[in-house]
């Protein structure tokens, strides 16, 4: 008998070191390095492995901003991806964030294959060079198909991914599938995208906008494949489900994704298992000099003083940050009014969101503002921007004792908090007891009652602008400014210029029962 094994990571997000950087010198159960000492330890008992990257690794860490802005080079990641030595990597969404050349230039620095065979160039092959890789071991042949997630258009930036095709990955399967199927022994998807229905009743557990196809993959070609491996929604997954092994190993290399075949001698497979491998504090971490001497650059960067504030604006509980006016969101919403001119802005309030020290570094500007958004000003209807108001006012919900909780379809299949915004220039009420749609009332924009007939502006993030987060009333506005400056960059620009100690009151809005 033969065993073979995969270990794969996803939506590392560029935590390549033990931290989250909330603070310096943590050592957290966390971070590529850690997870690849994990991965080495496993496969020693294989007969044979590979080890695979399934995308969204280019961008999200501190460290990712500061190689952009301050190194304006990926070298440093892409030389501690090589000395990795991954099999085969897999394109994310969030690898075209910093721009196409960017990103080209770390696929041109890597050793390994970057499998897309569903983003299509001018020549309408794979951009990345390729989308299908054969991999001889032990004398099985493993025919590997990596795809992505064809929505990335609808949230990118179009400068970024100008002159690509974006096209189904269960279309693209339906293409090259039977001919791997036909020059393999094994069969593995490696897919950045997630699943769009239930993984038990097969029910949606979203809208099917096409942003995620496992599920159809999972459903329509099982009989032809035999590891599916996703990623994108963060979520751990493994399981065997329609005699497929299926794995999703979750976020910033907190676990690792482990799938085993056992072959008999006639190379037949016998017996899969698929589980996650946690990434513990007792994996013991040495750090070569040039990963150290890195860490202590951009630790040092991170700590680097932008301003300081009358007064702490920490962020000690995230839910009621969201239910009532916080200075920090107040804060935010009026460096987006006075940035764009907009009558209204809104802001999400992030995850890793943690508020201002009254002496706020860069560390506090990247972990608040983890993601690179732009913003666009729109023109909006009142009626419109009661739409928004109503989508926001989705997120909460009443618990059995009537106590206002978080709407379950913002925690499940994954959280989705970034999906809750919160506005300023306006006042208005959210009555949670209320039907969806029918929640909020005593809308003032300004000193004024919103007037449904009435055109106003409105500064939002590149994403909601494209209906990220079901904002279906952005999607066609007109764009009455575009503003190519993302959200940390704009807060350090203002915060540097401008008087912080008098922030005007911005957001008034209430969350009753």
């Not at 009014?337 to 002496?359: M, P, R, V, Y």
């Not at 449904?452 to 764009?479: H, L, Q, S, W």
């Amino acid at each position: 008998m033969t065993q073979l094994s995969f270990y794969i990571v996803s939506d590392v997000h560029g935590y390549i070191f033990p931290t989250d950087f909330s603070q310096r010198n943590q050592a957290l159960p966390m971070g590529l390095l850690k997870a690849n000492q994990l991965i080495e330890e496993e496969r020693s008992h294989d007969d044979y492995s590979l080890k695979i990257d399934n995308g969204d690794f280019l961008q999200g860490a501190p460290l990712c901003n500061y190689l952009i802005s301050e190194l304006g080079s990926s070298k440093s990641l892409t030389d501690i991806y090589n000395r990795l030595n991954f099999d085969f990597g897999t394109i994310g969404n969030h690898e075209f964030n910093y721009g196409f050349s960017y990103l080209k230039d770390t696929l041109n620095r890597l050793n390994h294959p970057v499998l897309c065979a569903n983003i299509l160039d001018n020549q309408n092959l794979p951009f990345t060079g390729d989308g299908v890789y054969y991999f001889e071991k032990g004398g099985l042949t493993i025919g590997v198909i990596g795809v992505t997630t064809q929505y990335i258009p609808n949230w990118e930036n179009p400068a970024h991914i100008k002159d690509l095709t974006f096209t189904s990955a269960v279309d693209t399967l339906k293409r090259l599938l039977p001919e791997v199927r036909k020059q393999s022994d094994i069969v593995v998807i490696s897919y950045h995208g997630g699943f769009e229905r239930d993984l038990e009743n097969n029910e949606p557990t979203e809208d099917l906008t096409g942003e995620n196809e496992a599920s159809a993959i999972l459903n329509q070609f099982h009989k032809d494949i035999d590891v599916l491996i996703t990623g994108h929604q963060h979520r751990e997954i493994a399981m065997i489900k329609h005699d497929v092994a299926v794995i999703q190993p979750g976020t910033r290399a907190t676990q690792v994704g482990q799938v085993t075949l056992t072959l008999n001698h006639h190379r037949q497979i016998i017996e899969k298992e698929a589980k996650l491998l946690p990434v513990t504090s007792d994996i013991e971490l040495t750090l070569l000099e040039q990963d150290a001497s890195l860490l202590t650059h951009l630790e040092d960067w991170l700590d680097t003083n932008i301003t300081t504030l009358s007064e702490p604006m920490l962020i000690n509980d995230k839910f009621e940050a969201r239910r009532q006016p916080h200075p920090f969101l107040n804060l935010l919403n009026y460096i987006l009014l006075e940035k764009s001119g907009a009558d209204i802005a809104s802001t999400a309030l992030f995850d890793s969101a943690t508020g201002f020290n009254q002496q706020v570094t860069m560390r506090e500007i990247i972990n608040n503002c983890p993601f690179p958004n732009t913003f666009q000003v729109l023109k909006l209807s009142g009626f419109q921007i009661k739409e928004a108001l109503e989508q926001s006012a989705s997120y909460f919900a009443l618990d059995n004792n009537n106590h206002i909780t978080v709407n379950e379809n913002y925690l499940y299949p994954k959280p989705q908090h970034y999906n809750y915004d919160i506005y300023g220039g306006m006042t208005y009420t959210i009555q949670v007891g209320q039907p969806i749609g029918q929640r909020v009332n005593n809308i003032k924009v300004g000193q004024k009652p919103l007037n449904p007939e009435e055109f106003y502006t409105i500064c939002v993030n590149n994403y909601r602008a494209v209906d990220g987060g079901n904002y279906k009333m952005f999607a066609n506005a007109p764009v009455i400014k575009d503003i190519q400056e993302e959200g940390a960059q704009i807060l350090i620009n203002f915060m540097t210029k401008h008087d912080v100690f008098t922030i005007p009151q911005v957001i008034d809005f209430e969350v009753i029962v």
